[in-house]
């Protein structure tokens, strides 16, 4: 019976480019069949080691030792465009190629080019619900900015509203009760930490 030669190569297998020399360890005589980057400023240049100080170097190596967090962070972001400079689309606050060629006779575009340049009223702002509760204020009849006060006699009335002893169990009121209390509780605690 013949052996099958295998093609693939295994995990731990020699890299099949490693130069015929020795470990780059000091001390080390056994063969060299593994690279491993010299820093990260030269990740094309290689030390070769023999298996068990290759897993010894890699074990230690840090690629982002010597940055602070800010400069992770920066080269994490980098790294999801591949190191390329990247804009929105339509960028640079110019009109796309796209929508220069587009016939538009009842000027729909370019208004809502200028609606988006044009910056909100500073009172707007203020009366803009913040996202997190934007959905939970909607739910209890709400406007923004609120206080706690405001908020704790808006729930009572609603509570005692839709509480389901006095609405005779209805199944409605009660699905209602519970949606008032989780909405009542996001918010709260949105408040208690403004």
Known sequence: MTKRRQTRHRAFDPDPDAPGRMCDMPGCTANAGYRAPKSRQTLREYYWFCLDHVREY????????????????????????????SWKLGSLGKPSKFEERLRDPLGLLSR???????????????????????????????DWPLTM?????????????????????????????????VAYTTIRAFLSTQ
């Open 112 to 142: 809502a080019r200028h609606a988006r340049a044009r910056p909100l009223p500073h009172d707007a702002l203020e009366r803009r619900a913040p996202k997190p509760i934007k959905q939970h204020l909607s739910a209890l009849g709400l």
């Open 58 to 85: 890699n074990a230690k190596w840090d690629f982002y030792k010597g940055m602070t967090p800010i400069q992770i962070e920066t080269h994490l972001q980098s790294d999801s465009s591949w190191q390329r400079p």
């Open 149 to 181: 006060e405001e908020l704790r006699a808006h729930y009572r009335n609603l509570a005692r509203q839709h509480h389901p002893d006095a609405n005779g169990s209805d199944p409605r009121a009660e699905a209602r009760f519970k949606e008032i209390n």
